[in-house]
């Protein structure tokens, strides 16, 4: 939908993703609290009150805090603090539900199925997502599996199979080396291996770790609990520098969560993403005006841009 001045209109109010709505009243006591929850109806499908979107529906109030970035204020969570009653906080900042479930998928897709597709980006089995259409064609001369697409013959293999340990036990002990925070440089040393293999150690550990969560939380949903209680903490980790233009710390901000009975970590997630190209997303973020587009509206919500960070462009560097 296209303005007088050519920008696009936004709802004043971010509406659901994939039913998730994050913003609105923080109080649950609040008769407004669910309002711009999206609900389902008797067929299933997910509906949203769109009057409590609207500027005169009487139920909130938006007012911009900054550049770029807006509150959301419970109409009537003010009135009550204005009788002198308890009601916390009554406003909070518009956050992209877009943002929220693309960090959400990120951080959970450890948990989906690594199914095989066809190659092939034209092959009707991907357009059309036709089900089983991906066949096991024996393994190649590395042990690797082959594969075959059912609808347009195009042969492919797997991922290459993970190269056999021959020292197990040197994992372990990497491994305990570094929850017990050893430097890198020291576990190479104790191991009698090279940095290199330390990483590569590493990397095999993290795919290992994954597997091993995944192959357990995938049933939580099919399992039925009493009643279980979860502690969440949250951790900073200060790394160093990266760039001599920019000699500043970065603060890496974990949050995880532990069953209170079990101790087991059900999330330890940290808000860095080493997939995303952070000079693509700056060239795209520039042609689409993302500075001109509220922080909840902006398709590159969930990262930070470069004027946000106060970064200079590679053309403004000085050595």
Same mark, same amino acid.
């Given at each position: 939908?296209?303005?007088?001045? @050519?920008?696009?209109?936004?709802?004043?109010?971010?509406?659901?993703?994939? @039913?998730?709505?994050?913003?609105?009243?923080?109080?649950?006591?609040?008769?407004?609290?669910?309002?711009?929850?999206?609900?389902?109806?008797?067929?299933?499908? +997910?509906? &949203?009150?769109?009057?409590?979107?609207?500027?005169?529906?009487?139920?909130?109030?938006?007012?911009? #805090?900054?550049?770029?970035?807006?509150?959301?204020?419970?109409?009537?969570?003010?009135?009550?603090?204005?009788?002198?009653?308890?009601?916390?906080?009554?406003?909070?900042?518009? =956050?992209?539900?877009?943002?929220? +479930?693309?960090?959400?998928?990120?951080?959970?897709?450890?948990?989906?199925?690594?199914?095989?597709?066809?190659?092939?980006?034209?092959?009707?089995?991907?357009?059309?997502?036709?089900? $089983?259409?991906?066949?096991?064609?024996?393994?190649?001369?590395?042990?690797?599996?082959?594969?075959?697409? $059912? &609808?347009?013959?195009? $042969?492919?293999?797997?991922?290459?199979?993970?190269?056999?340990?021959?020292?197990?036990?040197?994992?372990?002990?990497?491994? =305990?080396?570094?929850?017990?925070?050893?430097?890198?440089?020291?576990?190479?040393?104790?191991?009698?291996?090279?940095?290199?293999? +330390?990483?590569?150690?590493?990397?095999?550990?993290?795919?290992?770790?994954?597997?091993?969560?995944? @192959?357990?939380?995938?049933?939580?949903?099919?399992?039925?609990?009493?009643?279980?209680?979860?502690? #969440?903490?949250?951790? +900073?980790?200060?790394?160093?520098?990266?760039?001599?233009?920019?000699?500043?710390?970065?603060?890496?901000?974990?949050?995880?969560?532990?069953?209170?009975?079990?101790?087991?970590?059900?999330?330890?997630?940290?808000?860095?993403? $080493?997939? &995303?190209?952070?000079?693509?997303?700056?060239?795209?973020?520039?042609?689409?005006?993302?500075?001109?587009?509220?922080?909840?509206?902006?398709?590159?919500?969930?990262?930070?841009?470069?004027?946000?960070?106060?970064?200079?462009?590679?053309?403004?560097?000085?050595?």
């Amino acid at each position: 939908m296209g303005s007088i001045s @050519g920008q696009q209109q936004h709802p004043r109010i971010p509406l659901p993703v994939a @039913g998730i709505q994050v913003n609105g009243c923080r109080n649950p006591t609040c008769e407004s609290f669910l309002a711009l929850t999206p609900v389902k109806n008797s067929d299933g499908a +997910v509906e &949203v009150s769109l009057g409590a979107y609207e500027k005169g529906s009487g139920l909130f109030q938006v007012s911009g #805090t900054g550049k770029g970035t807006s509150s959301i204020f419970c109409l009537k969570c003010r009135e009550k603090k204005r009788d002198g009653l308890e009601v916390g906080a009554i406003s909070t900042s518009l =956050k992209s539900n877009q943002a929220v +479930v693309e960090e959400l998928n990120r951080i959970s897709r450890h948990l989906d199925p690594k199914m095989p597709s066809c190659p092939n980006a034209d092959c009707d089995s991907n357009i059309g997502n036709v089900a $089983g259409s991906v066949k096991r064609n024996g393994r190649t001369a590395s042990g690797n599996q082959r594969l075959k697409c $059912g &609808v347009c013959g195009k $042969g492919f293999t797997s991922r290459p199979k993970t190269r056999k340990h021959s020292k197990p036990h040197i994992d372990i002990q990497i491994l =305990k080396l570094l929850v017990s925070k050893v430097p890198i440089r020291r576990i190479a040393f104790l191991c009698d291996i090279s940095t290199k293999t +330390v990483y590569d150690k590493i990397r095999f550990l993290y795919r290992q770790c994954q597997e091993f969560s995944a @192959g357990r939380e995938r049933d939580l949903e099919n399992r039925a609990f009493r009643r279980m209680y979860f502690c #969440t903490d949250r951790q +900073v980790v200060v790394s160093n520098w990266t760039k001599r233009e920019d000699k500043r710390n970065c603060d890496i901000y974990g949050i995880a969560t532990a069953c209170k009975d079990t101790g087991y970590v059900f999330a330890f997630n940290f808000n860095f993403d $080493g997939s &995303v190209d952070a000079e693509e997303i700056e060239k795209d973020a520039e042609a689409i005006g993302e500075y001109e587009t509220p922080r909840h509206h902006r398709k590159y919500a969930r990262v930070w841009l470069r004027q946000e960070l106060h970064i200079p462009a590679q053309s403004e560097h000085r050595f």
